[in-house]
């Protein structure tokens, strides 16, 4: 394993050498944690690496800003009109690239395209509600659900505009043509995505001559380049190095509070989780969350609160506790599962996509190890680890992160829905309480039912509550860079000095 990964640090410093950062006068270069999944915005579920570089090529109907308002982008307005249908104005004049217009009608063939029941996307359980989609006028659609939709205005900030004749005759998953500030110049699977300019986009001129996202998975690679000048933002920076980092006299670093947990996620539809309660509240017990985060994160961070709701989130329950670290009531309970003993099982860990994942994933073995379970590390590159994960392929149970941009309990707890392939869980009594909190706009109505579903996911342990991880981050001397908490990666939030 240290031999591959001096080989992928090797690798990936041949690769700043090919593309170097002086090739443009204004080029900007970015440093994600992972590589993309897909360029298909239908199939895109990670903010903070595919959709961030996708909203760079695409137009949303509206997008969130760093304030985390939210404005319009190809909508100019939306009502709501009753509880199930919403009035949505567009912008006119939006060119693709290849010279169609984005109108209504493509505003429609893009919902409908997704909700074809034979057509197979990882995000059509987002927009589930969507019952159908009228063209009123060549820039006006309504949408209309089956139920009340209140977060659906702020989802559709993660829902980009393609065209229907391009899709039809190219593979969007690694080819990209839209209608957003920047076009796709080169796309490398694994190593970087060069953007430019879209002369015809219908917003202001984009600021920077060349954008490239770079993959980098090893923090050490991200610190080592931004120190030599070769990166202008790099994320998920290791917080030991911040001070190192402010120290030099090329780039600062800094964190700040994330909306994304982390978890382990447990396998509940199959062995050794399936039907043992006990078993998963156990491992609830085993872990040292404070330990962890003193440890790895230098004190940053919070510890989850048995949810994996955050208080930046609409529904967050502040009555609900931590699990406390008691590896006694853990072993009590694992005795109690009626499991042999040991009891055996995998965990999956994603290497580069969460920050110091490797590390993290050690110690949680070894405090489960502790308490009497017999666990075997799966360390796993992330392209690999999510693709099996979205497919709901995942193993016995996998260290992960979860967050949701639209900052609404909905996302992240819709994420537990039976319904979704990622769920791992089956749970009626909780899939009903969070059904209910979609079918009312009433806000107080909402929250009581959001409060109610915490707390039976907390009981229910499907996951393994730990922290949120914090959003740690560094810049060039050329740059200051907006920390927003909800994953999103853009380089107009960059604002040269």
């Known amino acids: 394993m240290h031999t591959l990964r001096m080989r992928g640090w090797l690798f990936a410093l041949m690769m700043f050498n090919a593309v170097p950062a002086s090739a443009l006068a204004d080029t900007v270069n970015i440093a994600l944690s992972a590589g993309l999944t897909t360029l298909d915005p239908q199939q895109a579920t990670v903010v903070q690496t595919d959709l961030s570089v996708i909203s760079h090529i695409y137009t949303p109907l509206v997008v969130r800003n760093a304030d985390l308002s939210i404005i319009g982008v190809a909508a100019t ?19 693709f690239t290849n010279g169609k217009p984005l109108d209504a009608a493509v505003v429609k063939w893009n919902f409908d395209h997704l909700l074809d029941p034979n057509h197979k996307t990882r995000v059509k359980e987002w927009y589930s509600l969507i019952d159908h989609v009228d063209v009123v006028a060549p820039d006006e659609v309504k949408i209309v659900t089956s139920a009340p939709f209140p977060g659906l205005i702020a989802q559709l900030s993660m829902f980009f505009l393609m065209e229907p004749t391009w899709t039809a005759a190219h593979d969007p998953g690694r080819e990209a043509m839209g209608s957003g500030p920047y076009q796709l110049a080169q796309y490398v699977p694994g190593e970087r995505v060069v953007l430019t300019p879209n002369p015809h986009y219908f917003g202001p001129k984009a600021a920077h001559d060349q954008v490239i996202f770079r993959m ?10 931004l120190l030599s000048g070769e990166l202008d933002l790099a994320l998920d ?8 980092i402010n120290k030099s006299s090329v780039a600062h670093a800094g964190w700040g509070e994330s909306s994304r947990a982390m978890i382990i996620k447990l396998n509940s539809l199959k062995k050794p989780f399936a039907d043992n309660l006990k078993l998963r509240q156990a491992m609830n017990y085993a872990i040292d969350r404070q330990g962890i985060i003193d440890a790895i994160y230098n004190g ?10 955050s208080p930046m989130y609409f529904g967050y329950n502040d009555k609900l506790q931590p699990y406390p670290y008691d590896p006694d009531k853990a072993r009590q309970l694992i005795a109690q599962s009626g499991l042999p003993q040991p009891i055996s099982f995998e965990l999956q860990v994603p290497l580069g996509r969460y920050l110091l994942s490797q590390e993290i994933g050690q110690i949680i073995a070894a405090q489960l190890q502790d308490v009497g379970l017999d666990v075997k590390i799966k360390e796993m590159e992330y392209a690999n ?14 260290f992960l992160g979860q967050a949701w941009p639209t900052l609404d309990a909905d996302g992240l707890l819709g994420l537990y829905l039976p319904t979704d392939p990622g769920a791992y869980w089956k749970d009626p009594a909780f899939a009903d309480l969070v059904l209910k909190a979609r079918s009312t706009v009433d806000k107080q109505k909402r929250i009581v039912y959001y409060q109610q579903a915490t707390e039976r996911m907390r009981d229910q342990a499907p996951v393994v509550f730990l922290f949120n991880q914090p959003l740690t981050y560094a810049t060039s001397n050329k740059f200051s860079w907006k920390v927003r908490g909800d994953d999103w990666v853009r380089v107009d939030d960059l604002v040269a000095k």
């Open 300 to 309: 940053h961070g919070a510890m989850s609160k048995g949810q994996l709701l």
């Open 385 to 398: 680890w999510s693709n099996a994960y979205t497919r709901g392929d995942m193993g016995q149970a996998s």
């Open 77 to 95: 307005s939306w009502k709501a009109m009753d509880d199930r249908t919403w009035d949505i104005k567009l912008r006119p004049g939006i060119l």
């Open 237 to 244: 920076i290791p917080p030991t190095d911040i001070d190192r």
């Open 216 to 225: 980098i998975s090893e923090p050490a690679v991200r610190v080592s380049a």
